[in-house]
């Protein structure tokens, strides 16, 4: 035993580990007492053993656990850290406690997990249960049952959710075991107690046995409610609240409170899985449900009834379906189907819920009409859907389309309406029943019951009393004002029959509901309206605390005011009783009243009132006020005396101070007596009549005033100012605005009929009189007080200057608030007076708007404008949206009816153009505007759509979108926006700009509510994931919402909300609730009077147009944007704040800067061998996994530690993100200074990229990629090379990226994969692509297909590895993939692989199913190629490839122009082929040797002619006419600002117009400066682009062929004259040496490069200073390097070396000797071929100088005849060689030499010739022996050199050198090119383009849209013309070249034959280029 006494010295936490079982038993019973002792709950005793705790109960030794599980249960119970354990123990005791035989072990295990439950820890201890119940051993899964059940019937369905248990359930009944089978029902009795009914639709599935035995265990469950008898910690008070109950032994109602909420809170529907049955619906669904015969329309049906029998179904798009179903309800003629296609509404509106509510506005007003059906099947069917559609929505919702068919005609129609409206009104309680919706109801149910139909009537009385019984007496009473008797009993008596669904107390009690319980008191209302406080208490509840949901920036929406202007008004306010009644006075006789009056009045008065004289009249006055003063009220006969007043002569008094009397007395009587309406009307038209008087005015309105005050302003208003208008007088008009003026102020606007006073005021704006329009103006801007903005609406169309008239009076008013009404309330009770007078007051801004008149735009919504509005080309869904705007900007108001157009709108708020976007938003804005409050009913469909788009990356979408929010929020409110679970569903997606938009706008919208749907809850789980989000914006937004959530739903709901976190969230969230609490607002109070209204009773900031919201909103936006750079300015020391629980490293940030001065890369020599040298080794993890893991992350971090700055490793393994992008920022700025550190750690910076490729967010990944693609350019310049190792740890997780979602970063990634094929073999990157291709992603399989093409079609078959045929195969697999883009690749690859291989392609792909193959064959096919077998162009390809890249990257962003990125792609691929057509016959080609040693003898040997067709050539030869559109206006204003043109131009060149795209390119060419900038790269790309554009032969098939090549042509002569000279030359001499490189380059392509060299040349004498000669004598240098003389001798043609001699030579000429100093930039000078070439032109021209003038001399001073005289003779030579040389003259020179010649025969031009080229001079030669056989009448050649220079001008020669020339090589027969000379100018002449002046013809640079700069006739002139022209007859080409040739050669003759006429052509030149631009201007 001696080891026993070891283990008893442990400590106790320490026996409980030992190995020993004694030591363990006996270290749990310490443990057990230890824990019984500690009192406090946090002791640190109680965290040594948090990790022990799972080890107690799961102990091997059955004796021990039954220890520790007491233990245990000690431990959960008192210590304050066992939360922490929850999950760990939890699922020990399921499997290692539940299994045990002994039954203490497993009632021990229950009772921990009943205690766990008890500390919180419910849902964590159901997630162990519930997995048990999977567990194989059935003693488990019957305890796990076993423990849930107790837990159930101890804690309650509150606290226990059911849902999870419910879904399990019937897998339990399935059971094998007979134990778990009883055990489940035991679970499902319990279940049912809690629950009840709801429980049935889970279980309907199960066996009908098990059914039955358990409906029969659900019978003996008794009816009483459940209680909890068992409580959470946080429930204490419940618990002393329960025992306290059991001690009475009675159910007091206090713990009703809590179980009320209790019991509903479960719900069937809630239980239930969702369904998705979209899907499911048969293929052919909506074919079948439009077919003709209705079995086949009813089959469709049936399947639809089938799927939405399912209760509950998945959210989803509806729309289609609702639609169709509603055309079979409107429209099917067979009323079977119209009731199945109710029945399946109906199951939809059921199964979606609130979901379904959006589609509730389109069904309703077509089931409501349908009610005409008489058949009960159909009726009944109709009935159910629209009772359940009703529950799907709101009464306000579907109000207007409800209200519209009550005034059908038909009576079943009426019947059935006002049925559902009764049906309606007992779902719904006062608070959704305002009076705002009463009024018109009770309105149209009142037309109702007194209908003819007794069914109709009937159906009335049901509504109305239910009406009543809802929403009490108080509310309804006012609308059964005028009822008589017998039918207001009627409908007090369906009011009592009535059963509310919300139980049978009303007001209150349905508050109580709400969960917000009215004060003590639940009155009855009945039909007393005495005790005001009960009254009172019942109805306010609805509006104070419900309405204000609905409302937004101004007062809430109270009811509309209970007063309609017609109603009767005493009785509308709830005056005393019997005021009630006397509303209406019958009218008395004039005998009755003199009666009346003769009792209250002396006699003599009465005699006297018609007496004759004044004094009498006015005595009797006197008498007759003492009277009135003395009366009572009630004995008051108020009719029968202002009847005496009217006597004769009444109100025609002449005498001015009797007049007064009697009106001031008519004032008394209203004041004094009970005046009614009638006593009024007696009176009233005398005091309008005199209310203008100048001396009876004043007296006038004071009795008006006073009779207002007893019948009530609005009808009195009302009768005045009919009555001022029905007369002539202007005084009197003008006066009674005045009055109704002062008498608003006195009164308050509340209850007056603004729209009869509108009419009133226009007309009185008309009229002629200006003090009457002064008065109406006043009068205008009294009313602007109550009813602000809206009043403008009502007179936009007044004339401007009388606009402009209310406007300044308006202005006046602004800012001013109205009076408080000083009258009108002295003699209501005064409580129920202010009540009504605030709700009034409140609404009026509501109710003017509602008088608005509305267009009903619903017929304009026709359906080929929703088409539009939804079609595939933008530009129609633009101009669809273009029209609503105009219809909406037409009608100005709107009635709610749009048709189809919310659908058509919300389709295009996911547009993927921008612009359409927001012009969308900017439509539903003005929506809004024009619909005013009716909106609502669109907020479901159409609003919420509008908040997904404050997701949307771009910042003025998101501003326009907030703009459209709060615009449709100021008409709807906000209830409808909180309603349901849109709102949380919304703030649920993890899109940052969403959230941080839509918290902002919740946090501003919130703090205004009084109260709101319990709805908002959904929001707050959202809301906490918020709090964490990982973006700092999102987070900041929502704890700046946390108050205002709290505010409304209480601490304790969002305390409790916490519980589904996780531990760690759970504590931080927490904690930002307390801070919150602290913070948190009061509620908003009740509005009072007149503080709430900003400009009056309005609401204000409901009008205010869009424009001034969007204002708002940009101040809004304004102010919020600096927060997201504070917190950034803050560095890692804000973040720390921000993210509550991260640990961040804050150092202080001087000393943080400090760090920051160093290299971020330190340079650790060998530091990257010596990495690959412990990968080979394996020393280290080898960089390849699935996702990151940690220890690769640790990995690169210990790796980086050396080799990069401290604070940015920090920076790269930060937790945030944000860090990362500030450290890839901070890496592009030091990518170009810190080149070497860069590639000595690259290795190391792309495995942190591969890790940002893991990362979700989209910011850090784009960052990413703009650095890589920055980081491989900078690779490219320095050449390196990638090494195998950096490649395999990279580029395989890059191509992942290409299978993004995201088009941008799929393109970022394909311009960095084509960037590598740079510093990386393009056959390695083959490998890793095709590795991509096997990805699941398709979106990556169909890239790296693509991709592989673009490689094959770059680099030819070699770069295909292993061998082309495996790759082929490889790529063939996918030829059959399921997912259509991958086999577009697929086939698009293996075409392309076809057009640089031929028909070999197949047999490398060796066999294909005949699917695959038939596709592949058709695909070629289509691509209608020949292919030629072209030897793999490798050199060639690379330029295209990088302007591939280039397009992609620029232009190609632009959606539309993605049909131009695929005509670009063709034209390269057809490059090749194209030029192959074109091939001369070898018989035809340039014999140069030939040539070149004619020495002028012709011999002409035809050869046997090919006859060839010429109908070509009959075409008329258009002179092209340069087209280039003017440049768009703005583009001078942009010039300053360079960013926005080039945007601007680039946005151009991306359009699917062809031309568009060149013209723009042409303007990006036009601007110098732009021009300047494009690098020698971007000119090459570009240059190659055009050419290859040029030279492709389908260019001409489209129908502007032409006209493109000819912009081409143009744009290639802007950017050879406009680019930077340097660039422009250096790109071409890298275009020739890589176009001469590639065996596969066309010969023409380098023909024209060497083209556009010439015209360079000629340009040089004035550019020469301009450019850096450095650089272009190393591309020469390289040039010659390259091709060295004897490679370029046997080249086939000898243009590229003269091109490069002329060049040379003119750069000689032109520098002189210095040129020798600019050989800086080559390394080794003297091996270079071009020093020696420069020396020996340099020598060579010396001599020539110097000779040339000492031969000339000697000559030209022997033979001087008359002509010669004075000038010198080579002068004469040199000006007529000169005129050779130039384009226009040469024929004139030729002829001058002649004659020259032929006067000195012995004249020597030989110096002149010997210079010049061969060509020159065999062109001299041949000229001068053409004149002469001309002379001699021998040839019948009318033209001189073939083709004249206009045609020149039009037709581009074929590549030069492979052009045959007949008469270069001819001799002997002469008929040859003359019979070809004379065809074609007979051609000629038939086209219109006759010869017979030659001098008459425009010079061809005036045609051409610039001027060509003239020396080489033409070089790039050619480039000017239709590439149609190629195929014209070889002879054509043969003339022309030929003319070409010697003309340029003759150019540069010249020029080199005597410096001064040099200098004299570029005089000459300058001149004419002078001239031509002034021309020009």
């Keep these: 035993m001696g080891d026993d006494s070891e283990w008893m010295k442990l400590p106790i936490d320490q026996k409980c580990e030992h190995k020993l079982w004694k030591a363990r038993l006996n270290g749990y019973e310490e443990a057990l007492k230890l824990f019984q002792k500690i009192d406090d709950e946090k002791s640190p005793e109680w965290s040594k053993y948090l990790g022990l705790i799972k080890k107690f109960v799961t102990d091997s030794n059955a004796v021990a656990q039954l220890k520790g599980l007491e233990a245990a249960l000690a431990y959960v119970e008192n210590a304050h850290v066992a939360g922490k354990t929850t999950g760990e123990v939890a699922s020990g005791v399921v499997n290692k406690v539940f299994n045990q035989p002994k039954a203490r072990a497993k009632e021990l295990g229950l009772d921990i997990c009943l205690m766990y439950i008890e500390i919180e820890k419910g849902e964590a201890v159901q997630e162990e249960l519930l997995k048990g119940l999977d567990n194989k051993n059935p003693k488990i899964i019957v305890a796990c049952i076993e423990t849930l059940r107790k837990a159930l019937s101890e804690f309650g369905s509150k606290i226990i959710s059911l849902k999870p248990i419910i879904k399990v359930l019937p897998k339990l009944f399935e059971s094998r075991e007979k134990a778990v089978r009883d055990e ?175 589609y509730a506005g389109h069904v309703v007003p077509t089931i409501l009409e349908k009610f005409k059906e008489k ?400 008065s109406a103006i006043t009068l205008l801007g009294v009313m602007y007080l109550y009813v602000g903005p809206p009043l403008r609406m009502f007179f936009e169309d007044e004339k401007p200057a009388l606009l402009s008239q209310i406007d300044a009076e308006f202005e006046k008013m602004q800012g001013q608030t109205a009076p408080a009404p000083t009258r009108g309330i002295s003699r209501h009770s005064a409580g129920g007076g202010d009540d009504g007078e605030e709700e009034e007051q409140e609404d009026v801004g509501n109710d003017v708007v509602d008088l608005l008149p509305r267009t009903d735009i619903g017929d304009k919504i026709t359906a080929e404008l929703v088409s539009k509005i939804g079609d595939k080309n933008w530009k129609i869904r633009k101009e669809g949206l273009d029209e609503v705007t105009s219809i909406i900007n037409d009608a100005k108001f709107i009635q709610p009816n749009i048709g189809e157009l919310p659908a058509a709108l919300k389709s295009r708020l996911n547009d993927s153009n921008k612009i359409l976007v927001q012009q969308t938003l900017s439509i539903l804005q003005q929506l809004a505007t024009a619909m005013g409050p009716n909106i609502k009913q669109h907020v479901k469909n159409l609003g919420i759509p509008v908040i997904t788009v404050l997701g949307d990356s771009k910042n003025n979408v998101r501003a326009a979108a907030l703009a459209t929010v709060n615009a449709w929020a100021e008409q709807t409110g906000m209830k409808e926006w909180l309603e349901g679970e849109d709102l949380s569903e919304e703030l649920k997606k993890e899109n940052p700009f969403l959230r941080q938009e839509l918290l902002g706008w919740l946090a501003e919208k919130l703090p205004t509510l009084r109260s709101v749907p319990s709805d908002l809850l959904l929001c707050v789980p959202h809301l906490y994931s918020c709090l964490e989000d990982r973006n700092g914006d999102v987070r900041k937004k929502a704890q700046d919402a946390l108050p205002f959530f709290m505010m409304h739903l209480g601490f304790e709901k969002m305390a409790k909300a916490t519980g589904k976190l996780k531990p760690t969230s759970k504590d931080q969230v927490l904690a930002m609730l307390e801070k919150a609490k602290a913070n948190m607002p009061a509620k908003p109070a009740p509005p009072a009077k007149a503080s709430s209204r900003v400009v009056g009773g309005a609401a204000p900031a409901k009008f ?212 590598m094929c740079l510093i990386y073999p393009a056959s390695k990157m083959f490998t890793f692509i095709m590795e991509g291709t096997k990805s699941k992603n398709s979106k990556q399989r169909a890239e790296c297909l693509e991709e592989l093409g673009c490689l094959v079609e770059s680099y030819g078959m070699n770069v295909c590895q292993p061998t082309p045929g495996k790759a082929l195969k490889e790529m063939a697999t996918h030829i059959g993939d399921r997912d259509n883009t991958v086999r577009n690749a697929a086939l698009n690859t293996i075409v392309t692989v076809y057009n640089v291989h031929g028909d070999q392609v197949f047999k490398l792909i060796g066999n294909l199913s005949e699917k695959d193959m038939s596709m592949l064959e058709e695909r070629i096919k289509r691509s209608a190629k020949r292919p030629s077998a072209a030897p793999v162009r490798q050199a060639e390809e690379k330029p295209q490839r990088t302007q591939n890249i280039s397009a992609n990257a620029s232009m190609l962003r632009k959606g539309p122009a993605e049909d131009m990125s695929s005509k670009l792609n063709q034209n390269r691929n057809m490059g090749s082929h194209s030029e192959t057509t074109h091939t001369v016959p070898r018989e035809f080609q340039l014999d140069l040797d030939e040539i070149e040693n004619d020495n002028g003898t012709v011999r002409c040997e035809m050869p046997a002619l090919v006859q060839h067709k010429l109908d070509d050539i009959f075409e008329p030869v258009l002179i092209p006419e340069p087209k280039i559109r003017a440049v768009s206006p703005h583009f001078d204003d942009m010039h300053s600002n360079t960013a926005s043109t080039i945007n601007f131009v680039i946005s151009q060149v991306a359009s699917g117009d062809i031309n568009t795209s060149i013209q723009a390119l042409a303007q990006l060419f036009q601007i110098e400066s732009l021009a300047r900038e494009a690098s020698t790269g971007v000119l090459k790309d570009l240059m190659h682009g055009l050419i290859t554009l040029m030279l492709d032969s389908r260019v001409e098939d489209l129908e502007e062929g032409e006209q493109v090549i000819r912009s081409v042509n143009l744009l290639v002569v802007k950017v050879l004259e406009k680019s930077d000279q340097t660039n422009i030359l250096s790109a071409l001499l890298v275009l020739l040496q890589d176009s001469l490189l590639a065996t596969a380059s066309s010969p023409k392509f380098s023909e024209l490069v060497m083209k556009c060299l010439w015209r360079m040349v000629r340009l040089l004498p004035e550019t020469i200073n301009s450019i850096n000669l450095d650089r272009i004598l190393l591309d020469i240098h390289i040039f010659m390097k390259v091709f060295p003389k004897e490679k370029l001798k046997q080249c086939k043609s000898e243009f590229p070396i003269r091109t490069l001699k002329t060049l040379l030579h003119t750069l000689c000429k032109l520098k002189g000797p210095k040129i020798l100093d600019h050989l800086t930039m080559i390394d080794n000078k003297n091996e270079s071929e071009l020093e020696a070439h420069l020396c020996r032109v340099m020598k060579h021209s010396m001599d020539q100088t110097g000779s040339k003038a000492d031969k000339d001399t000697e000559k030209g001073a022997s033979r001087i005849e008359e002509k010669a005289s004075k000038a010198k003779v080579n002068d004469i030579l040199a000006e007529i060689f000169k005129k050779i040389g130039s384009k226009e003259n040469t024929k004139e020179g030729l002829a001058e030499l002649y004659e020259y010649k032929k006067k000195y025969s012995d004249a020597d031009i030989e110096p002149f010739l010997k210079n010049s080229s061969q060509f020159f001079q065999s062109y001299v030669e041949r000229g001068l022996r053409l004149i002469e056989t001309e002379r001699e009448g021998k040839g019948r050649i009318a033209a001189s050199t073939g083709i004249s220079p206009q045609m020149e001008g039009t037709c581009v020669p074929a590549s030069t050198h492979t052009v045959s020339s007949s008469i270069g090589n001819t001799n002997g027969e002469e008929v040859g090119p003359s019979v070809y000379l004379e065809r074609l100018k007979i051609l000629r002449q038939r086209c219109g383009l006759d010869n017979a002046k030659q001098e008459d013809r425009p010079p061809l640079t005036s045609l051409l849209s610039k001027p060509a700069v003239p020396t080489v006739a033409s070089s790039t002139d050619m480039l000017h013309s239709k590439l149609s022209q190629l195929r014209e007859s070889r002879e054509q080409y043969q003339h022309l070249d030929l003319d070409s040739n010697q003309t340029h050669s003759s150019g540069i003759g010249t020029t080199l034959a005597s410096p001064s006429s040099a200098a004299a052509n570029i005089d000459d030149l300058k001149k004419r280029l002078e001239r031509i631009k002034s021309s020009r201007k």
């Design 375 to 774: 058949k009960p099947q159909v009726v009944q069917a109709l009935q159910e859907a629209i009772d359940a559609i009703f529950l799907t929505t709101t009464l306000q919702n579907i109000s207007e389309d409800v209200l519209a068919v009550m005034d059908n005609k038909n009576p079943t129609i009426k019947q059935q309406t006002s049925l559902f409206i009764a049906r309606s009104f007992r779902h719904c309680t006062p608070s959704t029943l305002p009076k705002s919706l009463l009024k018109p109801f009770c309105a149209a149910l009142l037309k109702h019951i007194n209908d003819s139909a007794p069914e109709v009537r009937d159906a009335g009385f049901e509504a109305l009393g239910t009406a009543l019984k809802v929403a009490g007496e108080k509310a309804v009473n006012p609308f059964l004002a005028d009822v008589d008797k017998l039918k207001l009993d009627r409908i007090k008596e369906c009011a009592e029959k009535v059963e509310l669904v919300y139980g049978k107390k009303t007001g209150g009690a349905a508050e109580k509901k709400e969960g917000k319980p009215v004060t003590g008191k639940t009155p009855a209302l009945s039909g007393t309206g005495g005790d005001k406080e009960t009254k009172d208490a019942a109805t306010k509840p609805g509006p104070l605390k419900k309405a204000p949901a609905v409302k937004s920036g101004g007062p809430p929406k109270k009811g509309k005011p209970a007063v309609a202007a017609g109603m009767g008004g005493a009785g509308a306010k709830g005056k005393k009783g019997p005021e009630t009644k006397e509303i209406f006075e019958s009218e008395l006789s004039i005998e009755v009243c003199e009666e009346k009056a003769a009792a209250v009045l002396p006699a003599s008065c009465i005699q006297q009132l018609d007496s004759g004289n004044w004094k009498e009249r006015l005595a009797c006055m006197e008498e007759f006020q003492k009277a009135v003063e003395l009366m009572e009220r009630s004995e008051m006969p108020c009719q029968a005396l202002v009847r005496m007043l009217a006597k004769k002569p009444g109100w025609k008094e002449t005498n001015f101070q009797v007049m007064q009397m009697k009106l001031h007395i008519v004032a008394l009587i209203a004041q004094k007596g009970n005046f009614s309406k009638t006593s009024a009307q007696v009176v009233l038209d005398g005091l309008v009549d005199k209310v203008g008087d100048v001396k009876c005015g004043s007296n006038a309105k004071e009795a008006m005033t006073a009779i207002a005050e007893a019948c009530q302003l609005p009808w009195t208003a009302e009768q005045v100012v009919a009555m001022a208008f029905s007369q002539k007088n202007p005084k009197n008009q003008s006066e009674t605005l005045n009055w109704l003026s002062n008498a608003i102020k006195e009164f308050g606007f509340s209850g007056l009929n603004v729209k009869a006073f509108i009419s009133n005021v226009k007309t009185a704006l008309a009229a002629t009189n200006p003090a009457v329009r002064t």
């Design 184 to 358: 489940a029902k035991l679970l499902a009795v319990e279940i049912y107690r809690w629950i009840r009914d709801a429980l049935r639709p889970p279980l309907q599935n199960i066996n009908s046995v098990q059914l039955k035995e358990l409906e029969e265990e659900w019978v003996k469950v008794s009816s009483a409610a459940p209680k909890q008898t068992r409580f959470l910690r946080s429930q204490q008070e419940l618990k002393a609240k329960f025992e306290q109950q059991q001690a009475v032994g009675g159910d007091a109602d206090g713990g009703g409170d809590d179980e009320e909420e209790a019991v509903p809170q479960v719900d069937a529907y809630e239980l239930l899985e969702a369904v998705e049955i979209l899907s499911k619906l048969p293929k052919d669904f909506y074919e079948k449900i439009e077919a003709k015969k209705w079995q086949e329309r009813k089959e469709a049906l049936e399947a639809v009834e089938l799927l939405v029998k399912n209760p509950k179904l998945e959210s989803g798009d509806y729309a289609d379906l609702v639609k169709v179903l509603k055309k079979v309800v409107g429209k099917d003629t067979n009323v079977m189907l119209v009731a199945l296609a109710a029945k399946c509404l109906a199951g939809l509106a059921s199964g979606l819920r609130k979901k379904f509510g959006q």
């Design 1104 to 1315: 205010q147009p869009a424009s001034a919201v969007a204002e708002d909103m940009g101040s809004n936006t304004m102010e919020s944007k600096p927060d997201p750079k504070k917190a950034k300015a803050g560095g890692t020391s804000s973040k720390a704040k921000g993210v509550q629980g991260k640990k961040v490293l804050s150092k202080p940030n001087l000393k943080e800067d400090d760090d920051k001065s160093g290299p971020i890369f330190i340079i650790v020599p060998n530091g990257k061998e010596q990495r690959m040298k412990d990968e080979k080794g394996l020393k280290v993890l080898k960089w390849n996994f699935t996702t990151p893991r940690d220890e690769y992350i640790e990995q690169l971090k210990t790796q980086m530690s050396s080799c990069v700055a401290k604070w940015l490793q920090d920076e790269m393994f930060h937790a945030d993100f944000q860090h990362h992008n500030k450290a890839l920022a901070v890496m592009i700025e030091h990518l170009e200074s810190e080149k070497d550190g860069v590639i000595s750690c690259l290795d190391l910076i792309l495995k942190w990229l591969t890790l940002r490729f893991f990362d979700t967010n989209t910011s850090v990944l784009m960052k990413a990629l703009e650095y890589l693609k920055l980081l491989f350019n900078l690779l490219s310049q320095e050449e390196y090379h990638l090494t195998e190792n950096e490649a395999s740890s990279f580029i395989p997780y890059l191509i992942l990226k290409v299978g993004e979602p995201k088009d941008v970063i799929r393109k970022d990634v394909r311009a960095i994969l084509n960037r």
